[in-house]
């Protein structure tokens, strides 16, 4: 059963310094939610190693923040080369943050990007009986194969526009604030000085 929510949701790009966010987010997940994002059986090793390679230039990810908790995460990354027009999708929402309408908002973002960035089709794999994540795909017009015992949807973006670039470029400015925030707040709560004291609140 899914937790109340008190707090406002906050959607951001993650950059390199949410690296210990993104970490934290993936070891939360439980097993079921781990073979249904990567496919198989993620250890915490293995999960701890993806989350330090995984913020790349050429990947653009996408997360949603309850606090200083990132409870959601999308992630695009290009195939192939850098003028690719095919990218791969995966979503993660942690278990206690499901059926609150997350996975649409950061489709909805991560589908923006694509097009900002001329990619004109997007592959998403999920297992077979991954019904709510083959339902968010279909809310966005995907075409869904099934190979055995997984599921590849296909979703055809549309042209970037002047409204979809500014959308996205709004979307970042308002995001700075918050995200400077956490991280001194981060920085503070771990103590971090260069003289190895504790930190001055900000």
Request: one cysteine or more.
């Amino acid at each position: 059963m899914s937790r109340t929510v008190t707090g406002q949701i906050i959607y951001r790009k993650l950059m390199p310094l949410d690296r210990d966010a993104l970490e934290t987010h993936l070891i939360a997940l439980d097993g079921d939610s781990r073979r249904a994002r990567f496919g198989m059986v993620a250890t915490d090793a293995f999960l701890r190693e993806y989350a330090m390679r995984c913020i790349t230039l050429n990947a653009t990810i996408h997360g949603a923040f309850l606090d200083d908790q990132l409870i959601g995460v999308a992630e695009l990354r290009p195939m192939g080369n850098l003028f690719a027009e095919d990218a791969e999708l995966a979503f993660s929402v942690l278990p206690d943050h499901r059926n609150r309408g997350i996975g649409s908002v950061l489709f909805g973002r991560v589908l923006r990007s694509a097009r900002n960035r001329t990619l004109a089709r997007l592959h998403m794999n999920c297992l077979r009986y991954n019904a709510p994540m083959r339902a968010l795909a279909r809310k966005f017009a995907a075409e869904i194969h099934v190979e055995h015992d997984q599921s590849v949807a296909l979703v055809a973006t549309p042209p970037r526009s002047i409204v979809s670039l500014l959308g996205e470029a709004l979307d970042d400015a308002s995001a700075w604030p918050s995200q400077i925030w956490a991280w001194q707040r981060g920085a503070y709560a771990t103590g971090i000085t260069s003289k190895g004291k504790p930190a001055h609140r900000i």
